[in-house]
């Protein structure tokens, strides 16, 4: 399952980590419009078992 953080926010990660625990998916966490946001205290793009960015001047 691919999650993506938008608009400098993170999705509600432990629920969508839940998801994936029970059905048994990997969770991609797309982050590149959120570098440097945190959630519970964590940078966003470490929940997953990987995540991607953007180096786009547009981006935050
Ligand atoms: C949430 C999100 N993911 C991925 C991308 C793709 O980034 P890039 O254009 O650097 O490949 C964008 C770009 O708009 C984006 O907003």
Do not use: W
């Amino acid at each position: 399952m691919i999650g993506v953080h938008l608009y400098g926010q993170p999705f509600d990660i432990n629920a969508v980590q839940e998801i994936c625990k029970k059905n048994n998916l990997f969770l991609i966490e797309d982050a590149a419009q959120a570098q440097g946001a945190r959630y519970n205290g964590k940078t966003v793009g470490t929940f997953g078992e990987m995540a991607c960015y953007s180096f786009y001047p547009g981006k935050i």
